[in-house]
C-alpha cells in the first residue's frame, strides 16, 4: 500500500515535468517573439527543403534539448524547427544565448 511519501514523491516528480514542460514552451514562444517577419517567412521556405548532415537547427518541441546538429539518418519534423542558416547571426546568436539559461 502506497504511504504518504510515495505520494508526495510522485507529485513531486509530476511537478518537475510540468516545470519543464512550462520552462520548454516559455522558451519555444520567447524564440519565436525574437524571429523578424523575414526570418518567419524564411522558416516557411525552409520547410519546403530537407536539412542536410551538418546543419545546425533548434527544435521548438524540445528547446531544452539545445542547439542540434542533423546526423544521417535523422527524421525531423518540418514546421518544429529553426535551422541556423534561416536567421540572422544576430537573431541566431540571441537563441543560443536564450537557451543557456
Not at 518567419?40 to 545546425?56: F, M, T, Y
Amino acid at each position: 500500500m502506497p504511504t504518504h511519501a510515495d505520494a508526495t514523491k510522485n507529485d513531486g516528480k509530476s511537478e518537475e515535468q510540468e516545470e519543464r514542460k512550462k520552462k520548454s514552451f516559455i522558451t519555444r514562444e520567447a524564440i519565436l517573439a525574437i524571429l523578424s517577419d523575414e526570418e518567419v517567412a524564411k522558416l516557411s521556405a525552409a520547410e519546403a527543403r530537407p536539412l542536410i548532415q551538418g546543419d545546425d537547427y533548434v527544435d521548438l518541441e524540445h528547446p531544452e534539448k539545445g542547439v542540434l546538429k542533423v546526423h544521417a539518418g535523422d527524421v525531423l519534423r518540418p514546421g518544429t524547427l529553426v535551422p541556423r542558416n534561416a536567421v540572422r547571426d544576430k537573431t541566431w546568436s540571441a537563441i543560443v544565448a536564450m537557451l543557456a539559461r
